[in-house]
């Protein structure tokens, strides 16, 4: 079983950063490959990134490729997204996901979803 709380969302400028956390409860979460999700109002949840077990292995979506980079620590139970060059689109509520299946960005494969931390950017 697998526990995930997310923090670091809040309310930012266009072109500023936020750094998101993803902190577990488990002792098997760093064999876990470990997504980032988003969902705006009236849209479809859409995939952000994945980091593999080791972290050795990511995946982006187009949009974020060059901006966020996830990274984890998994001495500390942990995934990051760093966010950079934040713009209104990438205004969300961004949840983390975990799976013991291999890096992906297909959601129904994610076993365990944390609650989710609101990111919204001004323009």
């Known amino acids: 079983q697998v526990h995930l709380v997310e923090s670091g969302g809040g309310l930012v400028q266009a072109g500023d950063s936020l750094r998101l956390s993803c902190a577990a409860t488990?002792?098997?979460?760093?064999?876990?490959?470990v997504g980032w999700f988003r969902q705006a109002p009236g849209k479809d949840r859409e995939f952000v990134a994945a980091?593999?077990?080791?972290?050795?292995?990511?995946k982006y979506v187009d949009s974020a490729l060059g901006r966020f980079t996830i990274s984890r620590d998994n001495a500390k139970n942990t995934v990051y997204l760093q966010m950079n060059s934040l713009k209104p689109g990438d205004t969300a509520v961004y949840s983390c996901?975990?799976?013991?299946?291999?890096?992906?960005?297909?959601?129904?494969?994610?076993?365990?979803w944390g609650q989710g931390t609101q990111v919204t950017v001004a323009s």
């Open positions: 488990g002792s098997t979460f760093r064999s876990y490959t």
């Open positions: 980091i593999s077990w080791s972290g050795g292995g990511t």
């Open positions: 996901a975990a799976t013991s299946n291999f890096m992906t960005d297909y959601a129904p494969w994610y076993e365990y």
